[in-house]
């Protein structure tokens, strides 16, 4: 195949953002800062050629702190569960919560592939489809490198606790976080799905 | 410029697609269908030659009826709302609400926009970014047909009730009731922006 100077520029730089997405993710896994469920789904995207994962999420139960204006920061979360919570340590981390707004959220699946043509993003879209995940797309597509968005469905969102007064009672959120870990459950197990479906397309 | 057999055939299944769309729009618009906030928009790409829009909604508050196993469908809808509830009739509704378990939802816009080349779909990616949409992605990309979905931020969402009984006081209704608003609000803003970002990449 004929290749143009641009083209083998955009290889070459393709196969570079490869690797270094490849050291980041091996160094998130071995660091223990890589979500456990998303780890099979990460390693087998990163051992396809054409194909890398750059950041994502495997979905958590999350309390966050908001302002008074209501925007969201990084820094505003008061604790991150990527995995289910016991009724005792998600009331005590709502009790010490401090702020203005204290919110419960159930935040789905969140994952970014990378790949080198429209061709294999189109790929992507197919096994998302295949799998059942309707939220996503192809967020990015620059030069040679095309990002593919993948979010799962299930959510929950509310606030809990205003200036330290709580807003719902303790048997409501115990019932709710039944249900949010039950959510979580079978967020995980759409997050596998999309696995498989990923490893029949690439193998 | 020199057109494949293939190339003509898209252009032509193209132009059919965008006055299908924008018949069945006109008619949803006519017919009262259409979401007021969102039309404006609608229009401004309609009358763009490379653009169309498909479904779309402009956010709403919602309640929702889910059935044992916590499945969605289009006919569990109890009832919409695309623009500010006021607190009476929204209880109204809940307390007539029926059903396993009603859910309170605000939703944010979503909207798809067809294209016809990687480069118009890619013009809408712009587009999205300048109005700060952080959702969404080319979502599809068959033959000459490029679909682009944009969804915006601003969510809530909650189980208010279960087997007729409320599940939560009526005084945090109200005060999450007016937030919904303010985030409804916030939401057609943030439509309007993004309108006028595409009006500035089209004109």
């Known amino acids: 195949m004929l290749r143009s100077k641009k083209q083998g520029k955009e290889i070459a730089r393709f196969k570079m953002t490869k690797e270094r997405h490849g050291k980041t993710m091996l160094k998130a896994i071995a660091d223990g800062k890589a979500d456990k469920q998303v780890i099979p789904l990460l390693k087998s995207i990163a051992s396809a050629k054409d194909f890398f994962t750059s950041s994502s999420c495997s979905g958590r139960i999350i309390l966050l702190k908001l302002d008074a204006k209501g925007s969201k920061a990084e ?12 009724f005792g340590e ?5 009790r ?4 203005n707004e204290i919110w419960l959220k159930l935040d789905p699946f969140i994952l970014h592939v990378g790949t ?12 998302m489809q295949g799998a059942g995940v309707k939220r996503g797309g192809i967020a990015s597509a620059k030069g040679g490198k095309f990002i593919v968005e993948m979010i799962g469905t299930q959510a929950i969102s509310l606030p809990v606790k205003s200036r330290g007064k709580m807003l719902v009672e303790s048997g409501y959120l115990k019932w709710l976080l039944a249900k949010a870990n039950k959510k979580l459950s079978a967020n995980y197990a759409h997050l596998k799905r999309l696995q498989n479906e990923f490893e029949r397309e690439l193998e």
């Open 116 to 127: 080198n043509s429209l061709e294999n993003a189109r790929r992507i879209l197919k096994v």
């Open 75 to 86: 820094s505003a979360f008061i604790e991150r569960w990527h995995k289910q919570v016991k």
């Open 96 to 99: 010490n919560a401090k702020g």
């Open 90 to 94: 998600f009331m005590k981390a709502v």
